[in-house]
């Protein structure tokens, strides 16, 4: 059975994790690579990398970055944070990560989805979508969730698999950070619609979140961070106790 | 030595990097001129069309042929295993390198395409790329066609998703995995050490 996979997320700044795992025996927790050795030990199914911070003179860092974490660990990673061209994830899927992750260049340009589909392949391309309920519906933001865009987040995940996305990956913007749950609604509404791969993302708090997030509203995947990072649940934990309900998820001796 | 073939499909970074990290020898192909003897690997990112166009004008597909009926041991991954049929779904009238019979699908019906993510596969007994490897083991596919499971002798493992489809090859020499080994975790590290102990 495909496994259900759990995805930590770690952000990165100039090379370097923020925010990262604390209370973990390393000896350097803003090293991705210590971080990624960690997670991929723990059970982690992929990882996330988004860079914060990106600009273009920083991607010779982040290139770097790339390098050494695929060098590092046997399971596939996503990294993303200011790709704006098919180039730019030319650059960052040679230098060994599996998918790209585009947010704010989807929304402005919607052919670099394409372009990037038809250049990788689907699998290649992941469509970050930040998006926060509106009065009656979902708006999706952008920048980093500064930016207010006239779209509608169902419609939008739509058109994304429609120009080749291989998978979505949905943040809502009301839950993250809160730890209350995934936002069911927006991720069920999502997942009804398309036939791609979806990432739930934003509100992990505990470890009935994670199975809501699979049963209630069908999702493939689930990201958290801090949830992660400060340890207060476990992967390895995480994962057995899904399975004790009946999902399937890949154990790892 | 291990010749990985590079045929412009992008990534070849993490096939190299497991190989070096199994402290095998690798050295990437631009033409096959430059073969010195030893295993070929077939990695596997891109479009079936285009993967065949590039092996026809580097002259990769007749180098391969030779190499197969010579009897090197040979792996392909993901596409670098649809690409040792006949055809494929995916490019309709391109032909593929014809070492095996058969045709490449695509997936279809109420299901979620690409097929990604970790998934279970049954080998099949005294496998030699399968040593150590357990029915049930979960390895790493992401993928949008398949070659269909019909007990054909060449299927050394098979996978379900919607349908049974071959997960791994093994006839002879010749080997392919339709998932990624090198994004596999343990599994994946000891499929490719068996091929690189052969």
């Given at each position: 059975?495909?496994?259900?996979?759990?995805?930590?997320?770690?952000?990165?700044?100039?090379?370097?994790?923020?925010?990262?795992?604390?209370?973990?025996?390393?000896?350097?927790?803003?090293?991705?690579?210590?971080?990624?050795?960690?997670?991929?030990?723990?059970?982690a199914?992929?990882?996330?990398?988004?860079?914060?911070?990106?600009?273009?003179?920083?991607?010779?860092?982040?290139?770097?970055?790339?390098?050494?974490?695929?060098?590092?660990i046997?399971?596939p990673?996503?990294v993303?944070g200011?790709?704006?061209s098919?180039?730019?994830?030319?650059?960052?899927?040679?230098?060994?990560?599996?998918?790209?992750?585009?947010?704010?260049?989807?929304?402005?340009?919607?052919?670099?989805?394409?372009?990037?589909?038809?250049?990788?392949?689907s699998?290649?391309?992941?469509?970050?979508?930040?998006?926060?309920?509106?009065?009656?519906?979902?708006?999706?933001f952008?920048?980093?969730?500064?930016?207010?865009?006239?779209?509608?987040?169902?419609?939008?995940?739509?058109?994304?698999?429609?120009r080749?996305?291989?998978?979505?990956?949905?943040?809502?913007?009301?839950?993250?950070?809160?730890?209350?749950?995934?936002?069911?609604?927006?991720l069920?509404?999502?997942?009804?619609?398309?036939?791609?791969?979806?990432?739930?993302?934003?509100?992990?708090?505990?470890?009935?979140?994670?199975?809501?997030?699979?049963?209630?509203?069908?999702?493939?995947?689930?990201?958290?961070?801090?949830?992660?990072?400060?340890?207060?649940?476990?992967?390895?934990?995480?994962?057995?106790?899904?399975?004790?309900?009946?999902?399937?998820?890949?154990?790892?001796? | 030595?291990?010749?990985?073939?590079?045929?412009?499909?992008?990534?070849?970074?993490s096939?190299?990097?497991a190989?070096?990290?199994?402290?095998?020898?690798?050295?990437?192909?631009?033409?096959?001129e430059?073969?010195?003897?030893?295993?070929?690997?077939?990695?596997?990112?891109?479009?079936?069309?285009?993967?065949?166009?590039?092996?026809?004008?580097?002259?990769?597909?007749?180098?391969?042929?030779?190499?197969?009926?010579?009897?090197?041991?040979?792996?392909g991954?993901?596409?670098?295993m649809?690409?040792?049929?006949?055809?494929?779904?995916?490019?309709?009238?391109?032909?593929?390198?014809?070492?095996?019979?058969?045709?490449?699908?695509?997936?279809?019906?109420?299901?979620?395409?690409?097929?990604?993510?970790?998934?279970?596969?049954?080998?099949?007994?005294?496998?030699?790329?399968?040593?150590?490897?357990?029915?049930?083991?979960?390895?790493?596919?992401?993928?949008?066609?398949?070659?269909?499971?019909?007990?054909?002798?060449?299927?050394?493992?098979?996978?379900?998703?919607?349908?049974?489809?071959?997960?791994?090859?093994?006839?002879?020499?010749?080997f392919?995995?339709?998932?990624?080994?090198?994004?596999?975790?343990?599994?994946?590290?000891?499929?490719l050490?068996?091929?690189?102990?052969?």
């Open positions: 059975m495909l496994a259900k996979r759990i995805i930590p997320c770690l952000d990165v700044d100039a090379g370097r994790v923020v925010k990262g795992t604390h209370f973990v025996n390393l000896v350097d927790a803003g090293d991705p690579v210590e971080q990624a050795q960690y997670y991929d030990e723990e059970g199914d992929e990882l996330v990398f988004l860079d914060i911070t990106a600009t273009s003179d920083r991607r010779a860092i982040l290139i770097e970055m790339v390098k050494k974490v695929a060098t590092a046997h399971v990673f996503t993303g200011g790709v704006r098919v180039e730019d994830m030319r650059e960052i899927l040679r230098a060994g990560a599996d998918k790209i992750s585009i947010n704010s260049a989807a929304v402005a340009h919607p052919e670099l989805i394409s372009e990037g589909a038809r250049a990788f392949g699998q290649c391309v992941v469509v970050a979508i930040d998006a926060k309920w509106d009065h009656d519906h979902w708006r999706v952008t920048h980093g969730g500064r930016r207010a865009t006239d779209l509608d987040a169902v419609e939008w995940a739509v058109e994304a698999e429609r080749g996305a291989g998978e979505l990956l949905v943040t809502s913007m009301d839950r993250d950070g809160t730890q209350d749950g995934f936002d069911l609604p927006l069920k509404a999502i997942t009804q619609k398309v036939n791609i791969p979806v990432i739930a993302s934003g509100g992990a708090g505990k470890i009935s979140h994670f199975i809501d997030a699979v049963r209630e509203a069908g999702v493939d995947a689930v990201l958290a961070a801090s949830l992660f990072h400060f340890r207060q649940l476990r992967i390895r934990d995480l994962k057995e106790a899904m399975k004790h309900h009946g999902i399937p998820v890949r154990t790892v001796s | 030595m291990i010749s990985v073939i590079d045929y412009n499909g992008g990534n070849l970074f096939v190299l990097k190989l070096d990290a199994l402290g095998a020898r690798a050295q990437v192909l631009t033409d096959p430059q073969f010195s003897g030893g295993k070929i690997l077939i990695p596997g990112v891109g479009a079936f069309g285009d993967a065949m166009q590039h092996l026809r004008r580097t002259g990769f597909d007749t180098f391969l042929r030779e190499q197969a009926q010579a009897g090197t041991p040979i792996l991954i993901c596409l670098g649809q690409l040792l049929f006949e055809q494929s779904e995916e490019a309709p009238g391109e032909a593929g390198l014809g070492l095996l019979n058969g045709e490449v699908r695509r997936f279809r019906g109420d299901l979620k395409v690409p097929h990604m993510g970790w998934n279970q596969i049954e080998p099949r007994p005294k496998r030699r790329m399968l040593a150590g490897v357990q029915s049930g083991d979960y390895v790493y596919f992401a993928h949008s066609y398949f070659v269909p499971a019909s007990g054909h002798s060449f299927e050394a493992a098979t996978c379900e998703y919607g349908q049974r489809f071959v997960a791994v090859i093994e006839q002879d020499q010749l392919a995995v339709q998932f990624h080994p090198e994004k596999s975790h343990r599994v994946g590290m000891r499929i050490k068996n091929f690189i102990e052969l």
